[in-house]
């Protein structure tokens, strides 16, 4: 397997730049991001379900469910499947120029939870048709210009018609989208694009089953450029079960997602990755559970202790589609993230029961503590401060390590921002003069160079492990969160950041040259 991370990373950066150049919100044409990846070093299904491919085959358990196993040992760190979506949808592309979707997204999440006067239980959907419709009509233009692509997606959940028939049928809340869809589904026959003996009964298998494999495989993913994109991928991920205890995650390069196994995986174990943020591994099992229940029904074994959680997700039947209960709401992460009350770093609590959640208390506050503490200069300890009662941020970098390392897999993308923010607080004042003037001077905290390098080291390593690549890789991915790190952080110059990075990941000049020479290659890229 041929590692193309940099020449995605390339086109990454350059159209992230290019967006800002646009003005951000001029970016329409969610199409305009196309990312060029060699298809032959994608995972194909017919190598998984023929038994064909190096590292991974696929098997039905005793109920006829499938899954993916290991055929050999498999070394933690190691890209077991790699795949970009037949259709895809673009956080920054905009319906009729007024929300993103990750905007309404957002909207759906804000109701999520709300009670009536009277207490009865209003259920709403984090799900977007609209997005759905998106996807469904970028689908039918990928069968009329290739009706082969009709064949990769009848592998996707439901498989036929008759499964298909037993599920609550998808309808659009959006009425232009929604007449879009009917429009192109009742016109598809016409283009004679199956043998005509089959045409027409092609055209109506696909106009009842490709709005509900888009309901139910199109998954939302973070780019490396910041961005979300929400796609529908082939088959090769679908049979990936979910455990809350996975031996495989993913991370995504544009619209490229890779699975890579998070810890070793003995020949014959079933590669399973977690179906909700990983943040919610530590939440209780009806919690777990209810989340899970989004999308999927649980089989339950009832000779199986409820706390070892390995009951399996398979998609259900329902009446009402996607709904969570107000009881017990989960939003994603980056939804978290706007909620929080910047006077407290708690989290805004909608309508209703209180439904905290352990990783806001033990995880997402003490990073919301740590960056305030930051920004008032507090990062590292003084000698004053147990007389007057004042805290720094490091210890809460600390606590949210602690968190992870103990909830997280052994291999996860999560840990290394923190390892990198943990490393870059505890070396404000550690390094060369700073460190001596800070010593000398009664109001300024000293940094702590021991664990500044041991963080450093810990977030190079993971990611070595998980993307490859050493030091020009990691500088890449995290070019603009360190050279704006100096903005939130108290008494770090942007000349004193500049000298740690130097120390701690030995980011000389030479490096810097080659990022923007790098940019440079990504622009010719994506041209």
């Keep these: 397997m041929i590692d193309h991370i940099d020449s995605l990373l390339d086109q ?19 199409f305009k991001y196309k990312y060029k990846f060699p298809r032959d070093e994608l995972t194909a299904y017919d190598e ?24 050999c040992d498999i070394i933690a760190g190691t890209w077991v499947a790699i795949s970009q979506p037949i259709v895809a949808y673009w956080d920054v592309e905009t319906k009729e120029g007024k929300e993103t979707a990750r905007e309404m997204v957002q909207e759906k999440a804000d109701d999520i939870g709300d009670n009536d006067d009277d207490g009865d239980d209003n259920r709403t959907t984090l799900r977007d048709t609209y997005i759905e419709g998106s996807l469904i009509l970028r689908a039918l233009e990928k069968i009329q210009s290739s009706p082969f692509t ?37 016109g598809l026959h016409k283009l004679s694009l199956f043998p005509s003996d089959q045409n027409e009964t092609i055209c109506n298998e696909i106009a009842l089953l490709l709005p509900l494999m888009v309901r139910y495989n199109a998954f939302i993913v973070e780019t490396s450029s910041e961005l979300f994109v929400i796609g529908l991928y082939g088959p090769e991920l679908s049979y990936f079960n979910h455990s809350c205890s996975p031996n495989v995650s993913k991370f995504s390069i544009g619209d490229v997602t890779f699975l890579f196994a998070n810890r070793d995986v003995a020949m014959g174990g079933e590669l399973c990755h977690c179906y909700f943020s990983h943040e919610y591994i530590c939440e209780s099992t009806q919690t777990r559970n209810a ?149 000398r001077t009664k109001g300024l905290r000293v940094g702590d160079q021991k664990k500044a390098r041991h963080y450093a080291d810990k977030a190079l390593e993971m990611h070595h492990v998980i993307f490859g690549g050493w030091k020009m890789r990691f500088l890449k991915r995290y070019s603009e969160e360190f050279l704006t790190s100096d903005s939130f952080r108290g008494q770090m110059s942007q000349a004193q950041l500049l000298y740690n990075l130097d120390e701690l990941w030995g980011f000389y000049h030479g490096l810097w040259d080659e990022l923007t020479a790098s940019k440079e290659r990504g622009k010719e890229l994506i041209k």
């Design 150 to 186: 009709w064949e990769i997606l009848q592998h996707l959940y439901p498989r036929d018609v008759k499964t298909a028939s037993a599920l609550p049928p998808w309808v659009c809340d959006d009425a232009s989208t929604g007449q879009k869809v009917e429009k192109q589904m009742k």
């Design 12 to 30: 990454a950066i350059a159209y992230a730049d290019q967006q800002l150049e646009d003005g951000g919100d001029d970016l329409v044409d969610g």
């Design 291 to 439: 989340i899970l229940a989004n999308d999927f029904a649980l089989e339950e074994d009832e000779d199986e202790d409820e706390d070892e959680d390995k009951n399996r997700p398979a998609k259900r039947m329902r009446g009402d589609d996607n709904i969570q209960t107000s009881g017990l709401i989960c939003v994603p992460p980056f939804i978290l993230s706007k909620r929080f009350d910047p006077s407290n770093g708690r989290l805004y609590k909608p309508k209703g029961p209180d439904r905290d959640f352990l990783c806001n208390s033990e995880y997402l506050f003490p990073i919301w503590k740590a960056r305030i503490l930051e920004g008032t200069g507090r990062s590292n300890m003084h000698r004053g401060d147990k007389k007057l009662g004042l805290e720094h941020a490091l210890p809460e970098w600390e606590a949210a390590i602690e968190f992870a390392e103990a909830n997280f897999p052994p291999l996860d993308m999560r840990k290394i921002p923190l390892y990198i923010q943990a490393s870059l607080c505890a070396s404000v004042n550690a390094f060369h003069d700073w460190a001596k003037l800070a010593l």
């Design 48 to 71: 998984i379900a023929n038994g064909q491919h190096n590292l991974i085959e696929m098997h039905e358990d005793a109920h006829g469910q499938r899954g993916i196993y290991a055929k």
